[in-house]
């Protein structure tokens, strides 16, 4: 199935791209689709402090990482 929008205007192609994404949805469900998609569990330590520093000092080092390897 091929659609085309013939259209500069920015709302009418995001309407058309919403109704296509149903459309999919739709014709999924209907025959039993399901496209899984991945998940994360975030577990909590009761009375654990997060220590937000330490947060920042890891992504920090990541994008050190990053850049020096780019």
Do not use: C, H
């Not at 659609?3 to 459309?23: F, H, P, T």
């Not at 998940?39 to 992504?59: A, D, G, H, I, Y």
Request: glycine letters at 2%.
């Amino acid at each position: 199935m091929q659609i085309q929008v013939d259209s500069e205007n920015a709302l009418e192609k995001l309407k058309a791209k919403s109704n296509a994404i149903m459309e999919i949805k739709q014709a999924f469900d209907n025959e039993g689709i399901n496209i899984p998609f991945p998940m994360r569990t975030l577990e909590f330590v009761p009375n654990n402090k997060l220590n937000l520093s330490q947060v920042k000092e890891k992504q920090d080092s990541k994008k050190e990482e990053y850049l020096e390897n780019a």
